[in-house]
C-alpha cells in the first residue's frame, strides 16, 4: 500500500532557529515528489517538484532534497512568515498523474 | 488570471440534503481533482477527471458523484449529505504534458468548508 508519512507532525521553533521536516514514502512506481505550503483558510501552494534520488531543489529559506525512501525539507534561520503547514506528496507513474499526500506539519516560528 | 475557483466557500447542510459543489479553472487544464482534508488526515482523493466528459474514482469515492461537462468545469455533488462528510473540499487542475514533470503541478482552490450537522 502506498504511504507517505511526514514528521513531526508539529514544530515550534524561534526565528533563526534552522531545522528540517521529514516526508517518508513507500510507493512503487514514483514519478516524482511535491511539496507544498497551506496557510490557514487557504489551499495548498506549490514549492518544489523533485524526480530523483540526490536531487535539491531552494527557494528562500527553504531548500528540498530527495533520497530513494524519503525527502527533506530544510528551513535555514526562518521567520515568522514561514509560520504555515507544510505537506507532502508523491506522484506515480500512473492513470490520472495522482497524488498521495502526507498529513503535513505544522510549523510555528516565533520572533 | 483567477486560477482555480471554488465556490461556496462555506455551506451549512441537514443529514440527507443535497448540494453541489463548482470547481472552475481558468488555465486550460486537462486534468482536475477534488480533494477532501480532514484533520490528522492530510488531502484524500475522491474523484478526478482526465478530459472533459471523462471522470473516474478515487481513494475516498463513497457518498460523492462528480461531472466534467465542460474543461473549465469540475462538479462534485453530494447527494444525500451525512455528518461523516463534514470537511473541507479542495479542488485542483494541472496541465498534462507526457514525461515532463514540471508540468504536472497541481494548482489548488481556496476550499470549500462544508458542515453537516
Known amino acids: 500500500e502506498d504511504q507517505v508519512t511526514q514528521s513531526p507532525e508539529a514544530l515550534r521553533l524561534q526565528e533563526g532557529e534552522s531545522s528540517s521536516l521529514n516526508c517518508s514514502y513507500t510507493?512503487?512506481?514514483?514519478?516524482?515528489l511535491f511539496w507544498y505550503r497551506q496557510d490557514p483558510g487557504k489551499g495548498p501552494e506549490f514549492l518544489f517538484t523533485?524526480?530523483?534520488a540526490g536531487e535539491e531543489k531552494e527557494k528562500e529559506r527553504l531548500k528540498a532534497t530527495l533520497t530513494k525512501k524519503e525527502s527533506f525539507l530544510h528551513i535555514t534561520a526562518p521567520k515568522p512568515e514561514d509560520s504555515a503547514t507544510y505537506l507532502c506528496?508523491?506522484?506515480?507513474?500512473?492513470?490520472?498523474?495522482?497524488?498521495?499526500f502526507g498529513a503535513g506539519t505544522i510549523l510555528r516560528v516565533k520572533s | 488570471n483567477a486560477g482555480v475557483t471554488q465556490t461556496p466557500k462555506f455551506r451549512v447542510l441537514k443529514t440527507g440534503q443535497s448540494m453541489t459543489l463548482l470547481c472552475a479553472q481558468d488555465?486550460?487544464?486537462?486534468?482536475m481533482y477534488w480533494y477532501r482534508q480532514d484533520p490528522g488526515m492530510g488531502l484524500r482523493l475522491i474523484h478526478y477527471?482526465?478530459?472533459?466528459?471523462?471522470?473516474a474514482k478515487g481513494e475516498v469515492p463513497d457518498g460523492y458523484n462528480v461531472s466534467r461537462l465542460k474543461k473549465q468545469n469540475f462538479l462534485l455533488g453530494l447527494e444525500s449529505a451525512a455528518p461523516s462528510q463534514t470537511s473541507v473540499y479542495f479542488c485542483?487542475?494541472?496541465?498534462?504534458?507526457?514525461?515532463?514533470?514540471?508540468?504536472?503541478?497541481?494548482?489548488f482552490g481556496a476550499g470549500t468548508r462544508l458542515s453537516v450537522l
Open positions: 523533485l524526480y530523483s
Open positions: 488555465m486550460n487544464h486537462e486534468y
Open positions: 477527471s482526465v478530459g472533459e466528459g471523462t471522470t
Open positions: 485542483a487542475s494541472s496541465s498534462y504534458l507526457g514525461s515532463v514533470i514540471a508540468k504536472n503541478i497541481q494548482y
Open positions: 506528496a508523491v506522484q506515480k507513474t500512473e492513470y490520472g498523474n495522482k497524488l498521495v
Open positions: 510507493v512503487s512506481g514514483l514519478r516524482g
